[in-house]
């Protein structure tokens, strides 16, 4: 099955500055690779996704990158805030498949 | 927005006991999953149902086993709780986009 490394696992910054983490997957028929935010006391949220068919998307402060020949995705976060202090999950799906495989996830800290 | 709703957020059971953790969500959706969240082992799939009374294993079915009698509901039944059984569980529905409960901190001791 898919497997999904997220790194680092832990993330501190200071506001203002940006923020990246990397994820890898192992199963080159994969997809569909969203990006979740956890805050504290609540489920994940999705924040951005992409699919295989775009290289980069981008939302306002948060933008991913996708590299499929290397098997590996990216979120990038700019102008960090405190309310970005969460923990993130990346994910991987394969076409018509709604099962995800996540990362172990990245605990993030804005320092104000 | 998708409401996805979780019978319990705290819960201590004994060793050997039968649990039952209840999902609802109120949008409809065919696909409903369950998680379990552990430090530095993210989510992992338990059971996955795209219909009422259709299910799927995850990643770590073992211990568990779920029912779908209702296409808003999907409960995650612990037959008989084990302490490495304590763990966050997480419901959501959806598809691509999945849509998650707030989770039940279970404590098996």
């Known amino acids: 099955g898919e497997n999904v490394e997220q790194h680092p696992s832990t993330l501190s910054v200071q506001e203002g500055d940006s923020a990246v983490i990397k994820c890898t997957y192992s199963d080159s028929a994969s997809n569909y690779f969203p990006w979740y935010k956890q805050e504290l006391g609540k489920g994940p949220q999705l924040i951005i996704d992409i699919r295989s068919n775009v290289g980069e998307k981008k939302d306002q402060r948060i933008a991913v990158t996708l590299n499929k020949t290397a098997k590996h995705f990216s979120l990038h976060i700019t102008e960090t805030q405190p309310e970005d202090s969460a923990v993130y999950f990346c994910?991987?799906?394969?076409?018509?498949?709604?099962?995800?495989?996540f990362g172990a996830g990245t605990t993030v800290t804005v320092r104000a | 927005d998708v409401k996805v709703t979780q019978s319990s957020r705290y819960l201590v059971k004994r060793t050997g006991e039968k649990v039952f953790l209840e999902c609802v969500q109120d949008?409809?959706?065919?696909?409903m999953f369950w998680y379990r969240q552990d430090p530095g082992l993210g989510l992992r799939l338990i059971y996955f149902s795209y219909d009422v009374k259709m299910k799927e294993k995850g990643d770590i079915p073992e211990g568990y086993s779920v029912s779908r009698e209702k296409k808003e509901r999907f409960s995650l039944i612990l037959e008989s709780a084990s302490t490495n059984q304590t763990s966050m569980y997480l419901c959501a529905a959806g598809d691509y986009e999945q849509y998650f409960g707030p989770g039940t901190r279970l404590t098996v001791t």
């Open positions: 949008m409809d959706h065919e696909n």
């Open positions: 994910a991987a799906s394969r076409h018509g498949d709604y099962k995800l495989s």
